[in-house]
């Protein structure tokens, strides 16, 4: 279980930090930073939740990376140069995440509690 709450923060956190790190410096649509970074801010929704083991937030919060997950998809298909890696980056981030999340709240669930 601890493996799982691990995985899920640290991806959630790798995330937050590639959508900052992408929009402002790394291959911004516009140069100097675009408002793009924005983007960002929906992740910061689940994480105390992530980082406290809530059981609550591991339910809703994989539905949240689909959005993140598609634009993933969609830039690695139609960006070119870093962009497109960052975007291969965005798509494994948000599928450890999914993965790692549903998992955990499967097994934190009351029907594997120990009595």
Not at 4 to 32: D, H, K, M, N, Y
Not at 65 to 93: K, N, P, Q
């Amino acid at each position: 279980m601890k493996i799982l709450q691990t995985v899920s923060a640290v991806s959630l956190i790798a995330l937050i930090f590639l959508c900052v790190a992408w929009e402002l410096w790394l291959a911004p649509l516009r140069p100097g930073g675009s408002g793009l970074v924005m983007k960002a801010l929906p992740l910061l929704l689940p994480l105390m939740g992530i980082l406290k083991g809530r059981r609550y937030t591991y339910q809703w919060a994989p539905m949240l990376m689909l959005a993140y997950f598609t634009e993933g998809v969609v830039r690695a298909w139609s960006d070119t140069g870093l962009s497109a890696w960052l975007a291969g980056g965005e798509i494994v981030l948000t599928v450890v995440f999914f993965f790692a999340a549903i998992y955990y709240a499967k097994f934190s669930g009351p029907s594997h509690q120990i009595p």
